[in-house]
């Protein structure tokens, strides 16, 4: 029991990781970044070279996160700014984006698998059973990315400006606030978010082109269904991970993969807006 | 006009081998190590002379590692480059893709990768083990050796993954074992908490997982040495250069494989002084995949000058009998289509390498196309 | 004779192809106020909007302090000096009164140094921080616009029918409000408005817009003389 | 009439011979090819279908569908495991075909009713596509030996017809079905599919069923994509998980996006074209290969939304200038059978609206609003900005707006129902904004209208169209009549906005909602309208509501008037009473009030 409270908590801890960067960008920008698998891929390449360079394992993250922010900033420039008022079209430039970065690793590094060095190996004690310490970090850290992450939106200034285009982006135009500059900042900070999500769960997983890909479903799912709060996705993140955990362990692995697509499916077509305003 | 006369001519003089492999797509990893196997198997054919006069000559084509693919590139070997034979390292989805179009072309196909076992064709010949080869030689390790009785199998889910568990579970039981769980996850999973977490609370004494190559073998190699599993751990997926990068994690770990660098033979030593001596640095390690592919080239050859001719039914009759000595011993394409094989029992050591503990010769395939028998 | 504050030149704007004002030029000086009168559907709010840049002009100029800014953006104009306080949408009734009024100036030290003459406008602002816009009284709400709009010590304010539906108090505490701003701060008011009597007892100059035009202009005085502005304003 | 149907039989005419010439290039061209290019062609020409019908469904529709891939998917292993596991024979053949497009066809209605439903967002919608081949491949890999897991099933017996025969059977497939699609999308229901990708709301509100049609058109694409799997597989005798990823979904968009959405042909042209060249460059550079694709596609994206279609298409005309079958001439007819105002009762009223309220998280924009709407009466609104009016328009004309109360229309409940459940009731309501779609014509939007009562014809396109007597005044008196084949983006603001009345009263409602029908007219214009307004409540008997800050022209017009303050009915009563009280003037005049508090 103790073991399977704990897989519920960290499963969910990875999945809000790993979906805090898709759900800022879609808070502030209505958009959907298809992006964000590629995203996760540079970061887990980014703990890769930091290892293969020799330097402490931790610095992977926020290496992964200057990658990222840099790179989102670049991005937003040139393929998403001129979108803004074509959303769909936004999903697929940002998939075919999705593309390119997966080739350009694929022609960079190989098709192959790359090992990133552990920060931490292990089992600790807690509750009684012995558990990865790894997980068990990644989820004091996504604890931690929780409080960070609210309290930019909540206590910055640049928070504050975000929320206000979120709320109402002509009422903040009028104020002054330069949206444009907002929504760039924005993406960069989810794209530094999602480098530094692959940066995080690499040494659960493997270094390789496609790493990213699968996290996308499930992290498009959790936040449709968080709507654009950062507590809402951990709820979600709780929720739909813990089911997954609970089906995977009870009925089967295969349907538990599919457990977290399905049942946000329906609570989308039950209650459009999720779990946003429940 | 000039150019078209030149192909013609040539092509009447040299023997064409297709080569479909999945230069793009999951197989891109081992791709390289296979053409060069390739290349190699042909250079020293020519070098004494081709078959019958006549040289070898390889035409690659990229199969995606999938099924569609694979037919792009059937097609392209079979009706456009009008190959004489096929010799293809590659996927069971891509393998089941080309086989309709070589039975429609008639070409003679060599098979060259370990699979799930139970594939026929009139055209198809395998030199590489099947689950009744694998499975043997670890589960009696653990069972006879190691005194386990509870295993825990885990898997992906697909073709292969199934097919080695299904047939583990069997041999398992069939020895007075029990297998005390059987897990699967999608081929692109990577989370495998849940099932670690079970295999846990069923405390079995050993392990067998028989994953997809690449990501899903190392993500659940991690997870399982992060949540401090060590009992008895055989793994039919990991191969010596995974294990080699793997570190720490992959230390111990059983392997059974019919080629290992290791093989201290003279064929061997042969084979990977020639591979250095060819390709230099470039050289790609060797590996269960590449080297039964340059054996499938020379049983080519020599089917085609036992037979005389390059015609289609002949060598393909030719191929069931003639013995290949190459860096995994003796092989003869006999057993309905499949071969008896030597296997060897490695287990990972602590710096990567793989130590070699056992070897078992002459594994017999079992029933695998009764149909085609003779 | 120095230059005007801001001038508008020709305006013609509206929303898609359809023009809702039409050639309408005023000027508006350094603090000095300037109401604009008209009942609804005529033109006002589309007037301040295109003026804040939320509307692009389809012909005419505007210049503030000299410069040309017709058809910047709304965020520029804000930075520029000019405050708006629009009549819909006027709050981030989610945020608090703190946030709201944070969100009327650049910067955080900015905010702190400018929160005390809020306090001396509207000492209720003050005590009220923490507390979320959205459950603020109508006659609260305006007065966070007007301290929002302040803040900021901008050099104009664009206020739209800030009078509507207020008690009389109220009306008259806005009033003051505005009168400081001209004469201790020097802000200049473009103010549309409905309420006669509240317009007529701050602005120096009126106007009167009926269908997009402007129809009459000149001093309070001269337009409180005019038997046209109430007929205009007649139900 | 004489060029009418002479317009009519040039589109058929078109259609056809594109037809003709199609079917005869599939017929010479294997004659002309080598055995491999024939063989990679057969498999091209059945994806070209699929992307075909990703064509229809993004870029006529504007669904953004990633799962078409599923649909294949599901004809090729109806395919595959009929033939593998029950039996081969015509029989078993047509019992695959039929079990392949049954399937296909109750998933697709199963992800359409997923997908769409009133509100649901198109990227929701997008993203439900994306996760449908994802489970269903998930389904096949569990499969075990039934499916073949990841190796697919292959060998099973099929039809080893002759290659000819083969790319006969994929190219005739493919020419028929996009000669249907092609008289679909200009046919009048082709006007209704562009009308939902413009403006779905919009069109929810003239009671065309948005979301149902868009599942029917979800299954009929899903048809046509497991006929072309089914075909796929019986040729290539082969089936694996890939032929129902995502992965070849999202191809299957990537060619529709570079041949250009919505041309039907060019997506098709793409298909063939990158299809085969893929076959001759992947071998050759695999990776540099997709690399380039993914770099073309994004460019695409941004730089050139329509794709190359359109380039390749100016370029044709201009070396090739050709009459292009337009819209065909439109005329407009009376409705003879017209039921406008037809029902009308006195006794009962029409609308009844009690305790209505309206609440955005803690901030109420209506409370306890209780009001009833009279046959033969004009109801005005006023009340200042923000007063809640446009609120009430809302809550009335979508069941799923209002927080708390009941509506009724004609003495039925609205309950939750979607606009268009609500339009059937009898309701019609206009809009402040003259947004309507500026690609279509006049008499497109007038035949949009027109869907509830007349419906749309699948492959052509109406001649007449049958408005009721009252909407004919309007056209006539705007000048929309002469108008008609125009595109509403070039109309004048007075013109937008009497057609946009005009669209409202042919749907034929009982209860007429206008908000701010006069906003930004000139007097003639305003005198045209409420001489229409007051013959419709006169002759035929309709309750209209009407917001409107002209107090002069609610005077003129109105029966009764209710003054709307802060979400609360501050006084109802006839004009002049409204107009004397001391209350509504101070408010409304913006002079002080208590009353709200």
């Given amino acids: 029991m103790a073991i399977l409270v704990l897989d519920i908590l960290t499963t969910a801890a990875i999945l809000f990781a790993v979906s805090a960067g898709l759900l800022i960008i879609l808070g502030v920008m209505k958009l959907i970044n298809f992006a964000h698998g590629a995203f996760l891929t540079v970061g887990g390449y980014m703990a890769y070279l930091n290892g293969a360079a020799g330097l402490s394992p931790w610095l992977s993250i926020p290496l992964a996160a200057g990658v990222g922010f840099l790179g989102g900033l670049v991005i937003e420039r040139v393929i998403v700014r001129p979108l803004y008022d074509r959303p769909l079209d936004a999903i697929l430039a940002t998939w075919g984006l999705g593309i390119v970065i997966g080739q350009l690793i694929t022609l960079g590094f190989g098709r192959g698998v790359q090992f990133a060095p552990n920060p931490i190996s292990g089992t600790t004690e807690l509750f009684g059973v012995d558990y990865s310490a790894y997980r068990l970090a990644v989820a004091v850290i996504a604890v931690l990315l929780v409080v960070a992450l609210s309290a930019l939106l909540k206590l910055t200034r640049f928070g504050l400006n975000a929320r206000a285009v979120i709320m109402n982006e002509r009422l903040a135009r009028g104020l002054g606030i330069d949206s444009t500059r907002v929504r760039a900042l924005t993406f960069g900070l989810g794209a530094a978010l999602a480098c530094a999500a692959g940066a995080l769960i690499t040494p659960l997983i493997s270094v390789d082109p496609n790493m990213g890909l699968p996290w996308l479903v499930n992290s498009f799912m959790l936040v449709m269904v968080a709507g654009v709060s950062f507590p809402s996705l951990l709820v979600a993140s709780l929720i739909l991970g813990g089911a997954q955990v609970v089906v995977s362990t009870y009925a089967n692995p295969i349907l538990g993969g599919m457990t977290i697509v399905v049942a946000a499916a329906l609570v989308l077509r039950i209650s459009p807006k999720g779990f946003s305003r429940a | ?374 | 004779m120095s230059t005007p504050l801001l001038t508008v030149d020709a305006l013609t704007s509206g929303y898609d192809s359809a023009a809702v004002l039409h050639d309408v030029s005023l000027q508006v000086d350094r603090a000095r106020i300037v109401a604009i009168l008209g009942k609804n559907g005529m033109g006002k709010s589309t007037l301040l909007k295109t003026i804040m840049g939320f509307v692009r002009p389809i012909s005419g100029r505007i210049t503030l302090d000299g410069r040309d800014v017709t058809g910047a953006a709304p965020n520029f104009m804000a930075r520029a000096g000019m405050a708006h306080a629009p009549q819909e949408h006027t709050l981030f009734q989610d945020l608090t009164v703190g946030d709201n009024l944070r969100l009327g100036v650049a910067t955080d030290r900015l905010f702190r140094q400018c929160l005390p003459e809020v306090e001396a406008v509207f000492p209720r602002m003050i005590e009220r921080l923490g507390q979320r816009a959205g459950t603020l009284s109508g006659g609260e709400q305006k007065m966070l616009l007007m301290s929002r709009a302040l803040i900021a010590r901008p050099k104009i304010m664009l206020v739209d029918e800030i009078s509507e539906g207020l008690q009389p108090t109220m009306v008259d505490r806005i009033a003051q409000a505005l009168l400081r701003a001209r004469d201790e701060l020097g802000i200049a008011v473009l103010l549309v408005e409905q309420h006669l009597d509240f317009a007529l007892s701050v602005a120096d100059r009126v106007a009167m817009m009926k269908l997009g035009e402007i129809v009459e202009e000149g001093t309070r005085q001269e337009l409180a003389a005019s038997d046209g502005l109430a007929a205009h304003l007649a139900v | 009439m004489h060029d009418i149907s002479a317009a009519i039989t040039t589109r058929f005419r078109v259609a056809a011979t594109g037809c003709i010439i199609g079917l005869l290039v599939v017929a010479v061209a294997p004659w002309l090819l080598d055995t491999y290019l024939t063989n990679i062609l057969i498999r091209t020409l059945f994806l070209a279908t699929v992307v075909m019908t990703v064509d229809i469904l993004w870029g006529s529709v504007g669904i953004l569908t990633f799962g078409q891939s599923a649909f294949f998917g599901i004809g090729a292993y109806a395919c595959g495991l009929i033939f593998t596991h029950y039996g081969f024979g015509p029989g078993w053949a047509l019992a695959g075909l039929a079990l392949g497009i049954g399937v296909g066809a109750v998933v697709a209605a199963a992800t359409g009713w997923l997908a769409f439903f009133h509100g649901s967002l198109p990227l929701y919608a997008s993203i439900i596509t994306l996760a449908l081949p994802i489970v269903l491949t998930q389904v096949i890999f569990s499969g075990g030996n039934f499916t073949g897991s990841s190796s697919g099933l292959s060998g099973f017996p099929t039809y080893y017809w002759d290659l000819r025969i083969w790319f006969w059977t994929a190219g005739t497939f493919l020419v028929l079905t996009t000669t249907a699609a092609w008289l679909l999308v200009r046919s009048d229901f082709g006007r209704v599919m562009v009308a939902i990708r413009e403006n779905e709301e919009r069109c929810a509100y003239l009671g065309i069923p948005v979301s149902r049609i868009k599942i029917m058109l979800m299954i009929a694409s899903a048809v046509i994509a497991s006929a072309a799997g089914f075909g796929y597989a019986a040729f290539s005798n082969v089936v694996a998980p890939e032929l129902a990823s995502f992965q070849l979904g999202t191809e299957f968009l990537i060619w529709t996006a570079l041949g250009g959405r919505g041309t039907l042909l060019g997506p098709i042209f793409a298909a063939l074209g990158i299809d085969t060249m893929s076959s001759w460059l992947s071998g050759t550079m695999p990776f540099l290969w997709k690399l380039l694709i993914g770099v073309v596609f994004v460019a695409v994206i941004v730089l050139l939304p329509r794709g190359f279609a359109p380039l390749v298409g100016g370029l044709f005309r201009r070396i090739l200038p050709v009459r292009t079958a337009g819209a065909p001439a439109r005329v407009l007819v009376p409705d003879t059978r017209s039921r406008l105002g037809q029902g009308a009762d006195d006794q009962k009223p029409p609308l009844r609206i009690e305790h209505l309220s309206r609440r955005y998280g803690s901030l109420s924009v209506l409370t306890d609003v209780t009001m009833t709407g009279r046959a033969s009466h004009l109801l005005g609104i006023i009340g200042p900005n923000g007063a809640g009016k446009t609120t009430l328009m809302r809550c009335i004309s979508d069941g799923s707006e209002r927080s708390g109360g009941k509506v009724e229309i004609n003495g039925a409940e609205i309950g939750r129902g979607a606009p268009q459940d609500i339009v059937a009731l009898g309701v019609g309501r206009s809009f402040q904004n003259t947004n309507l779609f500026d690609t279509l014509t006049v008499a497109d939007c007038l035949l949009l209208a027109r869907y509830r009562i007349d419906g749309a014809r699948l492959f052509r396109s109406s001649v007449g169209i049958a408005l009721p007597e009252p909407a004919l005044d309007i056209l006539r008196a705007t000048g929309l009549d002469q108008r008609l084949a125009d595109e509403t983006g070039n109309l004048s603001h007075g013109m937008k906005r009497g057609l946009e009345l005009a669209m409202v009263l042919a749907t034929e409602p009982s209860v007429l909602l206008l908000d701010e029908p006069t906003a930004g007219l000139t007097r003639p214009e305003r005198m045209v309208i409420g001489k229409v307004l007051g013959r419709l409540t006169r002759d035929y008997g309709l309750c209209i509501v009407l917001i409107e800050h002209d107090l002069d022209f609610v005077r003129e017009i109105s029966d009764r008037v209710v003054v709307l303050h802060q979400g609360s009915i501050l006084m109802e009563g006839t004009v002049d009473e409204v107009v004397s009280s001391e209350l509504v003037r101070s408010v409304y005049a913006g002079h002080h009030v208590e009353a709200a508090q």
């Fill in chain 2, 1 to 374: 006009m000039g150019l078209a006369c030149a192909v013609s001519a040539q092509a009447e003089e040299t023997i064409r081998i297709g080569i479909p492999v999945g230069l793009s797509g999951a197989n891109s990893v081992v791709a390289p190590s296979v053409v060069q196997a390739s290349e190699l198997a042909v250079d020293q054919i020519n070098a004494k002379g081709g078959v019958l006069g006549r040289r070898l000559e390889l035409v690659i084509a990229d199969d995606g590692s999938g099924a569609q693919g694979a037919q792009r590139a059937y097609d392209s070997l079979v009706f456009q480059q009008k190959v004489d034979a096929i010799v293809a390292m590659e996927t069971s989805a891509a393998r089941n893709a080309g086989l309709p179009i070589v039975n429609r072309g008639k070409v003679p196909l060599i098979y060259t990768s370990f699979y799930e076992g139970r594939s026929c064709s009139p055209w198809m010949h395998i030199n590489a083990w099947v689950p009744e080869q694998q499975v043997a030689p670890i589960v009696d390790q653990f069972m006879d050796e190691m005194g386990a009785k509870k295993f825990f199998l885990i898997g992906s889910d697909y073709a292969f993954g199934r097919g080695m568990l299904e047939f583990t579970r069997e041999y398992v039981e069939s020895k007075g074992g029990t297998v005390v769980g059987e897990e699967y996850l999608p081929m692109d999973g990577s989370d495998w908490t849940a099932i670690i977490s079970q295999m846990r609370s069923a405390s079995p004494d050993a392990l067998i997982t028989s994953t997809a190559g690449g990501a899903p073998n190392v993500t659940l190699t991690k997870q399982l040495r992060a949540t401090g599993v060590d009992i008895p751990y055989g793994n039919y997926a990991i191969d010596e250069g995974t294990a080699a990068t793997m570190g720490t994690d992959a230390e111990g770990i059983y392997i059974a494989a019919s080629y290992i660098t290791g093989i201290d033979s003279a064929a061997n030593n042969a084979f990977l002084e020639a591979l250095n001596a060819k390709f230099g640095a470039k050289a790609e390690t060797p590996s269960e995949l590449s080297v039964p592919q340059y054996e499938g080239i020379l049983a080519y050859a020599a089917a085609v000058e036992k037979a005389g001719s390059t015609d289609a039914e002949k060598v393909v009759e030719a191929l069931g009998e003639v013995t290949v000595d190459g860096p995994r011993g003796s092989i003869t394409m006999n057993k309905q289509r499949h071969s008896p094989l030597t296997m060897y029992l490695g287990r990972v050591a602590a710096d990567g390498s793989v130590e070699v503990i056992k070897s078992f010769p002459d594994v017999d395939p079992g029933e695998q196309c009764p149909q085609l028998a003779g």
